[in-house]
Structure formats: structure tokens, C-alpha cells
């Protein structure tokens, strides 16, 4: 059996950690799978790396800025191929260029294109473990690239997809996928199985366990995810294609993001191309985009309101300030202080009324709505961010998730 | 006009001093040169990547030594491309593999096999200085090498070579090549010029300024280097091939090394192959046998006495422990309490009275002399190591080293 193990920087943080890693590495070596293990790079290294590189300039070039970030994973993998030997099972390094994980030339943010597995394989077939540096790759004219933040995720399920992994587990410092942030909500409950699209509007909608890209790629290759945690041997939650018995459960999880700013313009010109033109405008920058809402509010006229990360927010309203005469709107505002509440579901998709049941439970707190956006399996509110923790906790109640038994 | 400039790992050990090199990069680049810029990993990096090792585990697989140990430069490469970008001037870091820097596979103590020069030319035709990380390299098998301590030294002369460069700049926190250690003789006088024989010597001997292996090189090549001080204009010393008049001088400088051991095996029996069997089995276990002196005392028995780095001593003594009775000894002994002293200059070729006065003046002194070892250009002796200073001093005093004007 091949199994793909994935462990974050805070399951690497210090030598005691890396050894418990091997540990658990070597155990299941013991068992007689083969494995891959894919690591991140130790606790804050990236983020000091980032300062010596603010201490030299503000303006780092991009490129540059992925030849120092991967050197992060690559200590990693070092020590932990290292901890690995010391326990009496070969195990080797690589790079993502080593590992042949092929991706597109958009330094900090790039996407895997392909996976050469000759070398993987290769290492494999001699008996190693093979311990992959998550997070990064190569281009076709050989820069170095990094996959942006919670990249590691998604190097790991690439790598089950790429070679048909029997299993992809995913370590953390958490032990599963909850029904909200247990760090708000005393009762929330972990769900021993959610499906994929439940998990990529969790993710995206601010729970941290797994990165969004990585839910997205295991959907499409139907890779079933273990999330487990590094610290214990507790049975995780696992992420899987949603049976039908499942989708009778109308809400799985209540998300929080306080990760997100709004920008507003007021009577922006009522005709075909104005909001093309606007968020063209924005990803050229490459502004991550969340929510848009428009609506018509009087002739030939409309506000337009969207999100993005608070990070973006100042480049955001660069573009906004350069276009907005243009898109004729009379003005524009931005807040920082709002978060996105959200609630998240696959039975939602036949059950219309899970959204005004939302709405009440947020109306009977005497919260206000800023802005609304739903899917097939969510719906998501803005609000002022310091109402965050009552909203979770009513919205947790309302949907009684302490008291749903898990579904598997 | 194409140039290779190096700068060790005190020349970057912080934001200030990257500034410094990009500034001095940026103005070599206004006077209209190509540029190669060539550095080691910023201050301690090194050492405290192998502290990191160390808390882990005391057996580190070689191979995972250079994954980790290579990210060193790869970050000064990174932080210093973006300072001279930052200055204007477009620049792009290259690691050792993506510079084509093609090694054999002795991980740790790799060798430059050959470069491939195909990114670095057309990286410069683009306009772009080539920031370079030193010391590193990548194996045919698709692994990351590194060179050794010291080992940018040889990459700089190694791109000068391939590149054909028209000049090669090493910069170091010092300025220049002098007679003997400023800190322990004051009146060390700064050489204009020495020859790579000599340079090589010096080198060997513990002056720190340049790496043998680059000297080495350069002297294949006849590449001149230039040495020069990051943090001054001052002009420096110029390595190059000697001329009839430079080999005049008798002596050139005075070093010494207290990285120094001594073993020593009583009664070897004094027969073929004895020698071989010996330092075959240190050879084999990649210790570095500097000094060897062999002497016939009796009929049919003689000592053996060899010096190898202090750090080689544990694994040295462990092949002797085993191999001594194999080659007859009575017994052997070690001593760590022990210097070298060197004298070096081009003009002992043909003056073989220069030894007996160094004798002299060490005698003079009362320093007893455990080993002598003599080449076409240099005398060595091992002595206690507390009397190296006392050494250094009469060996410059008698060879009137502060007096001698320059040759250049």
C-alpha cells in the first residue's frame, strides 16, 4: 500500500517534534507501506525569512522571494530524512524540483501543472521513504516556485493523485474537522466524515485544517483525505465523496473568516461591461475577489460591494481609485472591521428554507447583514466582526450541530 | 569586460552589510561590466544549520548534510538579488545546480566536475547580474553537492575558468594576502603580489584568506585573482603566476595552523606495502593526512608520524586502533597539544640554506621541533602549540618580512 503522510510546520516545529514524527512515520513503515512524506517547513521559519527579507526591502521581486521561501521546506525535509535513518529506515530528500513537481511560472502563487514520478518511484522501488518538500516546485525554465501559503496540502494530495496513492493523511495540530472553531464554541463536535464540496466551503470559508486547493484537487481525483492530528492517535475526520444518506444533514459546519475587507461603489453606471471591466482590473493584480454582490437599486444605476483578504485590501483600493470614474461611480468606501459568518451543507442543496432559518437565528441576535452570497451548499454573511462569536455560537445552536451524531 | 566578483559570508552577514555589497555590485555595473556575483551563506548560518543537525541526531547521512547546508547561500542569493534590484539594476540568483555547476557525488566534500554555462550566459545576455550561490553544486544523479568549507572560493574561480572571465574578485574581511597573521605579528606587512605556489602554500598553511582548492584552480587556469578587503577600497593582493624577479625573494610569509594532530606509531615493521596498508585505511576513511615522516631507526623497524585536522583525530586513532599490530607497531600515541609553522616563498627553490636558518631561529627561541616536512617552496614544522606565537614572531623577525618592499 502507498501512502502519502502530510505534516505541517507545527508538527515539525523543533528536533523533539521531528522525532515524533519519525516515530509515527516509522510504525507505520513497520506495517510495510510505502510512503511519502510531505512536510512543510518548520514552525515560523517562513515567517522569519519574510523578515530578513523586509529588513533589506520593501519591494522584493517575486522570483526572489520563492528562492528563499523554499529554503524553508528544504531544512525540513533534511532533518526529517535524518530522524528517519536514525530510527534503521532508509529514507531520502527531495526537493520539489527533485520530485519533479512541474508548475506554472506565477511565483508565490504558483499551480501544479504535472508530476514527473520517475525519480519518486525510483526512490520507492530502493526501499526509501521519500521525503518531499511541500509548498514548492519548479517551473519549465527552472525557477524556482512556491505554491502560496497551505500549499503543503495540496504537494501531497498532487503527489496521491500523481501516483495513485491508496491513502493521503494529513497530520495537523488538530484532530479532525469540526462543526465549528472549538475555540468558540465549547459544544462543537468533530465530524468523523464530511464531504469534499462541504470541506472546500469550510476551508474557503476560513477553517484552517485543510487548504481549499488541496480539497479541490482531491475531489476532482477523488482522493479520499484523512485528517488526523501529530499529537495523538485519535481517529480523525475523513473527506470523501457525500453518500445520499449524508445529504439529508442540512448543515455540517458553521465557518468564521475575520481575514476579510469590503469595498463598496456607489452608483456605478448600469450596462454590460462595468463590473467586467472592474474585476478584470482586479485579478490583473491578482486581488483575490471573494464575495460580489450587485444589485440594482434605481435606473441605470447600481452599487457594487466586494471582498478580499484584508492583505489585499490597500491594492485593491489602488485599482478601485484608478477605475472608478471610469465605471462612473460616484464614490466608493472600504471596511476592515467585518467578518464572513458562514453555514455549510450538502442537503442544503434540496432544502431552500436553510438560509431564512439563518437569517432569523442572526436577526433574533440583533445582528445586521452587510452582505449575503450563497451556493448550492452555503450561504455566507458579512457582518461587524466584533459580533463574530455570537453569530458562530447562535448559529451552532440553531442548526443543533452538538447534537447530530456523525455520519460515516 | 566580464568579472566574477565573490563575498564571503562575513561581507552578508546582515541587511546593512547586503546593502554594502549591492552598492558596490551596482557600481562596478555603472562602470559597463557583465557581473558575476559569487557568495557564501550570510555570517553563522552554516553553524547554525549544523546546530540544528546536532539537537537531531550525531549521524547525519552525508547527502541530507548538503540539502540542508545548501540553503544557506540560497537565501544570501535571494536577499542579495533583491537589494541590487532594489538599487535599479536587474538581477536573478541562480543555485548551484541552476547555474549548471555540475559535481562529482561525495556529498559534503563534493568536486567541480564541469559547469554548464548555458543558463549563466544567456541570463547575462538578457542583461541580468548573476548572483550565484557558492559552494554547491548538484551530482549527475540530480542530488545537491556541496564543495566543503571554503568551497565559494572555488566556485568563483571555477566560473571564471569556464567563463573565460576577464577578471576575478575574491572580497573577504580583510585586505590582502600578508607575510604573517597581523594579530599576532604587528609589523605583517600587506603583499601587492604573491604567486598561486606560494598563495597555495599559504593557503594549506592556515592563512584563512583564500581556499587551497580555489588557489588550486586558479593556477590551472592562470585566472589572477584579485583579493580584496568589502569593507574598503584599499588595494589588495594580486595571486598570479611568479615572475624571474619575484622568485628572488626568499621567503614570502610565515603561517601557522593549530588545527593541528599529531600520531605517531612506534616500530612499524620496515617493509614494502607497510605505508600503503596505513594510509590506504585512513584514505578510505576520508581523513585528511596532512604531514607524514617516515624514519628507518633500527634494522627492520622504523616510526611512522602523520598530522591530520583535530576533528579527523577520533576517526584516525579508530583505523590505527585497529591496523597497528597488522603493520608490526609496538604501540602508538597522539597529541593534540601540537601547531604547524610554515615558512613559504617561491625563491627556496633554489636556496637550500633556508631551512637550516628557520631551524636557527626556532632553535634560538628554544623551541624543539616533533616533525619537519619540506617542499620546493616551503618548510613546515610541528611544534607545541603554545609556543606558536613566540614562533611566528622569530620566524618573521628573521626573515625580515616587515621590511621587504612589495613586488609587483
Known amino acids: 500500500m502507498l501512502v502519502i503522510q502530510k505534516y505541517g510546520g507545527s508538527s515539525v516545529a523543533d528536533a523533539e517534534r521531528i522525532r515524533r514524527v519519525a516515530r509515527r512515520v516509522a510504525s507505520a513503515r513497520a506495517g510495510g507501506d510505502d510512503l511519502i512524506i510531505v512536510v512543510s517547513a518548520m514552525g515560523d521559519t517562513t515567517d522569519h525569512l519574510i523578515q530578513l527579507v523586509k529588513a533589506l526591502t520593501g519591494t522584493p521581486p517575486n522570483r526572489e522571494m520563492d528562492v528563499i521561501l523554499s529554503t524553508g521546506e528544504q531544512v525540513s525535509i533534511a532533518l526529517l530524512s535524518m530522524a528517519i535513518n536514525d530510527l534503521g529506515h532508509p529514507a531520502i530528500s527531495l526537493t520539489g524540483a527533485q520530485a519533479g513537481i512541474m508548475t506554472d511560472g506565477a511565483h508565490t502563487k504558483a499551480k501544479i501543472l504535472t508530476i514527473n514520478t520517475t525519480r519518486l518511484r525510483q526512490e520507492l522501488n530502493r526501499g526509501n521513504i521519500v521525503v518531499v518538500a511541500g509548498f514548492q516546485g519548479v517551473s519549465k525554465k527552472n525557477n524556482i516556485t512556491t505554491l502560496g501559503r497551505g500549499g503543503s496540502d495540496t504537494t501531497a494530495v498532487a503527489l496521491a493523485a500523481a501516483l495513485k496513492a491508496d491513502r493521503c493523511e494529513i497530520y495537523t495540530d488538530v484532530d479532525g474537522v469540526y462543526t465549528t472553531d472549538p475555540r468558540i464554541?465549547?459544544?462543537?463536535?468533530?465530524?468523523?466524515?464530511?464531504?469534499?464540496?462541504?470541506m472546500l466551503e469550510l476551508a474557503n470559508l476560513g477553517a484552517a485544517v485543510l487548504h481549499p486547493r488541496a480539497v479541490e484537487l482531491a475531489m476532482k481525483y477523488k482522493i479520499p483525505l484523512h485528517v488526523l492530528s501529530s499529537f495523538n492517535h485519535n481517529p480523525g475526520t475523513v473527506v470523501k465523496e457525500a453518500g445520499n444518506m449524508e445529504k439529508l444533514l442540512l448543515v455540517t459546519g458553521v465557518a468564521c473568516d475575520l481575514n476579510v475587507a469590503k469595498i463598496g461603489l456607489f452608483d456605478v453606471f448600469d450596462r454590460p461591461g462595468i463590473a467586467y471591466n472592474l474585476f478584470k482590473a482586479l485579478a490583473d493584480e491578482k486581488i483575490n475577489v471573494d464575495m460580489i454582490v450587485q444589485s440594482a437599486m434605481r435606473d441605470e444605476r447600481n452599487d457594487i460591494s466586494f471582498t478580499c483578504p484584508k492583505g489585499d485590501l490597500k491594492r485593491a483600493l489602488a485599482v478601485v481609485e484608478k477605475l472608478h470614474k471610469v465605471v462612473g461611480a460616484q464614490g466608493f468606501t472600504s471596511d476592515e472591521g467585518v467578518a464572513k459568518v458562514s453555514i455549510v451543507g450538502?442537503?442544503?442543496?434540496?432544502?431552500?428554507?436553510?438560509?431564512?432559518e439563518m437569517f432569523e437565528a442572526l436577526f433574533n441576535e440583533g445582528i445586521n447583514l452587510e452582505m449575503i452570497s450563497t451556493s448550492e451548499i452555503k450561504v455566507s454573511c458579512i457582518i461587524k466582526a466584533d459580533l463574530t462569536e455570537k453569530a458562530v455560537k447562535a448559529l451552532h445552536k440553531k442548526f443543533k450541530l452538538a447534537e447530530i451524531a456523525g455520519c460515516s
Open 185 to 198: 464554541v465549547s459544544e462543537a463536535r468533530k465530524l468523523d466524515m464530511v464531504s469534499y464540496e462541504e
Open 346 to 356: 450538502a442537503g442544503m442543496v434540496s432544502n431552500p428554507g436553510v438560509a431564512a
